[in-house]
């Protein structure tokens, strides 16, 4: 029998523990987005659906993409027992310098459209938590300007070899200059792909007021403030012509970049250099035999070639031709921390993050990529611990399964 009695109030007083409310609501907001996807819920509310779609699309039927985080999803983890782990060290050297955690922030143009802060958010953030930061050739704030929003942290700067290359050239100078240590030549662009989102949504660069977008702009008021009141949207080191930003690469890239191309810029830069866009082991090899310092596994986040490798299914071949040659890094997909812990056990140096990092930019500037910091950091510290690994170096392929819903190529 169970025994009963009168409910005694100050009992039911000492439950009643209310939270003092948070009255800074960028803070709640930012407070409640548990995950990635929560901060791209929180985003896509507050941006027009043009930019939105701009950073969260891809190109084609954007299946890149979605096998990417597919095969993050499929990694099966095999935690080690009985090892203590109650410290663990993220650090480590990638590039000749020293990260805090094995992730940088990805090149990404056009950052300011996103949220106004832009890439001086990025920068900033990235040198708060002691990783690096990479600028685009496509980028909203100026070398100089990221230089200043990160004057201690380290900057990478990404190259795109234009038709004019007088204008490439000029960028790698400056960024030297200015005390970027890498250079990021991304390879995958030799024309852009086809972002299908952009074209529906007559998304182009300037943005144009349509009657859909004044709708669209409605519920959306802080973001157009912040366009109209702060300094005019462009890019800060290319001329734009009008038109989609499918058409101004097209119009700017050159289509006929080679290996030539690599000797001529590894020659006026004075740092590390890196291949952004490898996307089999042989280019990976003939990389490697080049002398670059390491290459990125990418395929653009699926906006360039659908139905493209997916590079978390390159590591280890990659890393078995070349590991010990080069530095690997990887991206495209990573939206957990568990997604950087399951590169680096199967021997990469580094990932990088594009638009885990502009979610967090959307749902709250500055603040808000401190946010994206915080989960993937909180995310990978826990999966690192839960699996039994106290370093990075710990980390090996033995913790990891890549389940074969997609089955990679069979190599050789
Ligand atoms: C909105 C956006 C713009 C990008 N712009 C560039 C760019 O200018 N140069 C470049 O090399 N990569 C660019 N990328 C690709 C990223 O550097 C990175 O490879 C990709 O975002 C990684 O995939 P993820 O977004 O799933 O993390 C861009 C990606 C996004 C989402």
């Known amino acids: 029998m169970v025994q009963r009695q009168f409910p005694r109030p100050a009992e039911l007083f000492e439950l009643m523990k209310f939270k003092k409310p948070e009255l800074d609501a960028k803070k709640r907001r930012l407070q409640g ?43 099966e983890f095999s935690p080690r027992i009985l090892r203590p ?9 990638i590039l000749g310098g020293p990260s805090a955690y094995p992730f940088a922030i990805a090149p990404t143009g056009f950052t300011r459209l996103m949220q106004t802060e832009g890439e001086v958010a990025g920068a900033g953030a990235a040198g708060a938590a002691g990783i690096p930061f990479t600028l685009s050739t496509l980028g909203t704030t100026s070398i100089e300007g990221v230089k200043a929003a990160n004057p201690d942290g380290r900057n990478w700067f990404q190259l795109y070899v234009m038709r004019q290359r007088e204008i490439s050239y000029g960028l790698v100078e400056r960024a030297a200059a200015a005390g970027f240590d890498t ?107 080049a002398g670059v310092d390491g290459i990125i596994l990418s395929n653009h986040g699926g906006r360039q070639l659908d139905r493209a490798p997916i590079p978390f299914h390159l590591l280890p071949d990659v890393v078995r031709e ?54 993937l950091t909180g995310e990978l510290v826990r999966t690192m611990k839960l699996l039994g690994a106290s370093s990075l170096a710990e980390l090996e392929p033995a913790h990891v399964t890549q389940l074969q819903r997609l089955v990679p190529r069979a190599a050789g």
């Open 33 to 75: 987005a548990l995950t990635i996807a929560d901060l791209r819920d929180i985003a896509k509310r507050r941006t027009p659906k043009a930019a939105f779609d701009y950073t969260d699309g891809a190109a084609e039927g954007e299946l890149s993409l979605a096998r990417a985080r597919q095969a993050f999803e499929d990694v």
């Open 85 to 93: 782990a109650a410290e663990v060290d993220t650090s480590s050297t």
């Open 183 to 289: 250079l990021q030549f991304t390879v995958d662009t030799p024309v852009a792909g086809a972002r299908l989102r952009d074209k529906r949504n007559g998304f182009s660069i300037p943005p144009q007021l349509t009657a859909g977008t004044i709708v669209n702009a409605i519920p959306r008021p802080w973001w157009w403030f912040d366009f109209l009141t702060t300094p005019k949207l462009e890019f800060a080191s290319l001329q734009s012509t009008g038109g989609t930003v499918g058409e101004l690469l097209d119009a700017a890239m050159d289509p006929t970049i080679s290996f030539d191309d690599l000797d001529v810029i590894r020659g006026m830069w004075p740092g590390k250099i890196v291949i952004k866009g490898v996307q089999n082991v042989d280019d990976a090899k003939a990389l490697a035999a």
């Open 322 to 375: 070349v590991g010990a040659d080069v530095e690997i890094g990887v991206d495209t997909g990573i939206m957990n921390g568990a997604d950087i812990v399951a590169s680096v056990a199967l021997g990469a140096k580094f990932t990088m993050i594009g638009r885990a990092y502009l979610y967090g930019l959307m749902a709250g500037g500055r603040a808000g990529v401190d946010r994206t910091i915080e989960i």
